[in-house]
């Protein structure tokens, strides 16, 4: 073969070959970094949100505002345990903005609101300098939209509600052969219980706090059969004191209130946590729910999962990228 075709085709060969590599190489790195380059220093894209940027500086700003240490050019106190936590904390922000957007919510937020939260809620504020200010006032900010939102599409319930409880066999003191009789004894027993006082409820031939008596003193399911522990049997409730916390953790007594009408409502099943490594729920009590008054909202049942869906649907849409 001619030694000059043969150089020829070597380089030809190479040519194609870093030509190819460069295309692959140019593909990769846009399809990993988006639409916005990386940047330097405190203009570093750290995350995309939408068509939004989160840099270094804003993080750099979040992370002071948080752990209030060092300045909002350079926060002190970041760690392996902390450091994803301000970075999740913007990627929140956005994302609830753009969940109120979707929902067509306006959420009004004054200078006078985020100042008065930031003296509660920032311990060295009132002496702060002016950017330092600016830091914790951004941070407020997205602390009383996320709140507000909150109030806007959960909504809340005023009333009262009585529980029927056969749950006293997830008690460690109960031996595991006898839970599921026990269980099955108890449940027979509180779905009569209960079924009996929504009758005299309805028909009006007792009241709630009566009926609230009945069932603490009961022997069967009542207080005196868990000792030594204390357990809820009623809960009184409003807008003040309409969260999560109100109501028997792990269970679905929540859910069962804001699905409630005004009025009287049950027996309705209520399931609780059996075990908590695995998240499984059983049912476990029966309810009489009495909603007297409520307000707006209700379509979203538990906040914190609905903001942790969108939050996954829009990375795996690719509308979050995180580039660190």
Known sequence: ?????????????????????????????????GPFPPGEGVDKVLATVGDEKITQKDYNKRAFALLERGTPENPEGIDEYNKDSFLDNLIEAKVLRILAKEKNITIDISEEEIINDCKTRFTNFETADEQAKEAFKEASRDFLFKEKLHSEVIGWKEGKLLLYRYDRYLQVDIPENQKESLRNEKKEYAQKFAQQAYNRLLNKTSTYEEEK?????????????????????????NKEN??????????????????SSKGLSGPLTIDVLEDEETNKKVDGMYAIIIIDNEGRGGEVINFEDWLYQKIQEMKEKKEIVIYI
């Open 242 to 259: 309409f969260e999560e916390e109100s109501f028997v953790v792990g269970s679905t007594l929540k859910e069962k209130v804001l699905a």
């Open 1 to 33: 073969m001619n030694k000059k075709v043969l150089t020829l085709g070597i380089i030809i060969f190479i040519f194609l070959l870093l030509t190819t590599a460069g295309i692959f190489g140019y593909y990769y790195k846009f399809k990993k970094q």
């Open 213 to 237: 008596n009945k069932l603490l003193k009961d022997p069967i399911i009542g207080q005196p059969s868990w000792n030594p522990w204390l357990m809820t049997f009623f809960i009184e409730f």
